[in-house]
């Protein structure tokens, strides 16, 4: 079992950055791909981005891509989302997920483990 905790959400204006946390507790971090989901309001969950145990294989979905960096302190037990140029449409509840072993997914069915969130708030 593994307990995800995210922290670091907020309210910024439109072209602002942000750095969300998801500390794990209960097992081996680095056992685990680990991924940031998002569900933004009246929508579905969707996938932001994911890596790999190691740090050295990352996937973003084309939202995140050039301005959202994963990564990850094994030592630490600790995911990072580094989001620059936050555009109102990222606006949304973003979720730490893992999946038990070494495979790149970014699938939300496939995830054995979530956090309960934390909100992101962007103003025009």
């Known amino acids: 079992q593994v307990q995800l905790v995210e922290s670091g959400g907020g309210s910024v204006q439109a072209g602002g950055s942000l750095r969300l946390a998801c500390t794990a507790s209960?097992?081996?971090?680095?056992?685990?791909?680990m991924a940031w989901f998002r569900q933004a309001p009246g929508k579905e969950r969707e996938g932001v981005s994911c890596?790999?145990?190691?740090?050295?294989?990352?996937y973003y979905a084309d939202s995140a891509k050039g301005r959202f960096t994963i990564s990850r302190d094994n030592a630490k037990n600790t995911l990072y989302l580094q989001m620059n140029s936050l555009k109102p449409e990222d606006t949304a509840m973003y979720y730490c997920?893992?999946?038990?072993?070494?495979?790149?997914?970014?699938?939300?069915?496939?995830?054995?483990?979530w956090g309960k969130g934390t909100l992101v708030t962007i103003s025009s």
């Open positions: 997920a893992a999946i038990i072993g070494d495979e790149l997914v970014l699938d939300e069915r496939r995830m054995n483990y």
């Open positions: 209960g097992s081996t971090f680095d056992a685990y791909t």
């Open positions: 890596i790999r145990w190691s740090g050295d294989n990352t």
